[in-house]
């Protein structure tokens, strides 16, 4: 019998526990530069998505030459006022060699902790030195990985939160005291990101919203800002003015997927760097070696004219979130768990012979004849007894 580890929800929560959640989100930023380094050799594309009135379903596949890899996940912004939650995913890798699935593992809480590790990865290389305080717009079930992973990241020391739900906001202030942030509840989306060093949007509905403006990034917030946008991911789903955009240097994951769903839907002929070119030391970002390399691959073909960041640039890391880093997150765990944690799925058929795959219908219907036997067997034996018994009581 060949049987598939699987790790469920409660124990995904374990494993985070049992590592601490800041310790774990700055493991898959390790994890995420190494496979970001090699981003030429994967084996890529672009989520397959089907969009109905509700929300999203999609299928996020990535490989290489060893671990193929793939994530279901939904999007449905609606769902908490109906009970449900907006994101719920589930991953899979398989082995390249003979496609037998090898790992299996809840995605919910996996998807918001290399959420958080891929922000955290833009940041290090992205946000200015001596970055302390974090504006959150959006206070959902993203926020507080995103809080500890811009403290594993950067150091930040200091939270302004702001969401539109007082319920959410006051969640992740309690979340966040307890976790030894500095926490001011903001009135507005303006004082959220007064004073920051980085701003992170991540707000749900799905819609060409405007959760930051040009003048809130440029007037209220620290100069040469980061802004870790997040929450636009589908087509007709944005948080950012687009002015910012345009006077900001841009960074994305994946370009074909991001001119579809990202905050640069908004903006066609914006010129954008991929961060793996960064993490590779193709292109520059604000810190980190300056670019050694020649030109990226595909869709960076123009990065090479822009400037290196300063202190006083904004920098947009425009994340829709992509296949790689579930497939990078999915590998992590699965090398890093307890066995203790998994449970093993009889998930792959596999009979004696590799052509008689009927062999195991035969099997279950002669186990079935055999079940029935030993049934009627018992029942005639309890049968007997009785009669017996009756007989001698009379």
């Not at 200091?158 to 001011?184: C, M, N, Y």
Request: hydrophobic share 45%.
């Amino acid at each position: 019998m060949t049987t598939v580890p699987f790790l469920d929800v409660p124990a995904m929560a374990r494993w985070v526990a049992h590592r601490g959640p800041e310790a774990v989100i700055g493991r898959l930023v390790d994890a995420l530069a190494a496979d970001f380094a090699r981003w030429p050799d994967l084996d890529k594309r672009a989520r397959i998505a089907s969009h109905s009135r509700d929300g999203v379903i999609e299928l996020m596949p990535a490989a290489d030459d060893v671990t193929y890899g793939f994530k279901f996940v939904n999007g449905h912004p609606r769902n908490p006022a109906r009970g449900y939650q907006t994101v719920t995913a589930f991953g899979v890798l398989a082995d390249v060699h003979n496609g037998y699935p090898t790992f299996l593992a809840e995605m919910t809480l996996l998807t918001a902790l290399r959420t958080a590790a891929t922000s955290a990865l833009a940041a290090r290389y992205l946000a200015r030195a001596g970055s302390r305080t974090l504006a959150l717009v959006g206070a959902g079930s993203q926020s507080e990985f995103q809080a500890l992973g811009m403290r594993a990241a950067l150091g930040i020391t200091h939270l302004r939160v702001w969401d539109t739900d007082p319920g959410a906001q006051a969640k992740l202030a309690r979340h966040a005291r307890a976790l030894g942030f500095e926490v001011h509840e903001a009135t507005s989306g303006e004082d959220a990101v007064t004073g920051a060093d980085v701003i992170t949007t991540c707000t749900a509905d799905k819609a060409n919203a405007t959760v930051l403006t040009h003048d809130m990034v440029t007037r209220l917030a620290r100069p040469g800002v980061h802004v870790n946008a997040i929450g636009g991911d589908c087509p007709g789903k944005t948080e950012l003015d687009p002015a910012i955009l345009r006077a900001a240097d841009v960074y994305v994951e994946y370009e074909p997927q991001t001119r579809v769903e990202g905050e640069i839907q908004q903006t066609p002929d914006l010129v954008v760097t991929e961060l793996w070119e960064v993490v590779a030391g193709r292109r520059d970002g604000r810190r980190g070696a300056p670019a050694t390399a020649g030109p990226g691959e595909a869709f960076a073909r123009h990065a090479g004219d822009r400037r290196t960041p300063d202190d006083t640039t904004v920098t947009v890391f425009d994340s829709v979130g992509f296949a790689v880093e579930d497939w990078t997150a999915l590998r992590f765990v699965r090398d890093d768990v307890p066995a203790g944690f998994l449970r093993h799925l009889d998930l792959v058929a596999d009979p004696e012979d590799p052509k008689d795959l009927f062999s195991l219908v035969v099997a279950a219907q002669e186990d079935d004849r055999a079940d029935a036997r030993e049934a009627l067997d018992r029942l005639m034996g309890l049968a007997g007894r009785g009669h017996v018994d009756a007989l001698a009581h009379r």
